[in-house]
């Protein structure tokens, strides 16, 4: 576990997922009706570990588990938008990386916890220096989650038809980028 992001509700930290190990919280995860825009409700346990050995073992894909304060609390998937997902449906730039993620349902919300997940996550895929261009395709109707992209920094680029959704294309550059401080509290 290696820690990428600090802020008033913790220390993040991520790993490379163990599909095996992590398969049953991440079944519970993706099975969650939360995760309604992660497509994956109906899945079963074996598909889980299946679909996150095939991510992990991709030569242009990777996921992370991630940590708050040791818990357990978020995935994040990093892929190549030119070479997988939106491969041929925009104009990728050298640089650009693509990026999911999804917060672990709770039964004890905590107010910012989305917004810091996010800016943990673009923390770590900026450490990497050939990233200049983080890139998301959110399910249009997923309003929550382009509220917290735009909170810290992601510029919404255009509508695009993908196999099983229509989706908001958007962008977040390094000078772009507003990770969470202190005085962003009013903020999820």
């Known amino acids: 576990m290696r820690p990428v992001y600090c802020d008033d509700l913790g220390v993040f930290a991520v790993r490379t997922v163990d599909p095996v190990t992590d398969g049953p919280l991440l079944h519970e995860w993706v099975t969650h009706p939360k995760a309604r825009y992660w497509q994956m409700r109906e899945a079963t346990l074996s598909q889980v570990r299946e679909t996150y050995g095939d991510i992990v073992a991709h030569p242009h894909r990777t996921a992370v588990l991630g940590f708050v304060d040791g818990l357990p609390c978020f995935l994040a998937e990093r892929y190549d938008p030119a070479r997988v997902e939106l491969a041929g449906r925009y ?14 349902p709770t039964q004890h919300p905590r107010h ?21 261009r983080v890139v998301v395709e959110p399910d249009v109707r997923n309003l929550a989650v382009q509220a917290v ?40």
């Not at 104009?91 to 672990?104: E, Q, S, T, V, Y």
């Not at 695009?160 to 969470?180: M, V, W």
């Open 91 to 104: 104009a990728a730039l050298p640089g650009d990386i693509g990026m999911h993620f999804l917060c672990a």
């Open 112 to 132: 910012g916890f989305t917004r810091s997940v996010l800016s943990a996550v673009l923390t770590w895929l900026f450490e990497d220096p050939s990233v200049r």
């Open 149 to 188: 992209n735009a909170a810290v920094g992601f510029r919404p680029a255009a509508r695009i038809d993908l196999p099983d959704k229509q989706a908001l294309l958007s962008f977040c550059t390094r000078d772009q980028f507003r990770p969470t401080t202190q005085t962003d509290k009013g903020h999820r």
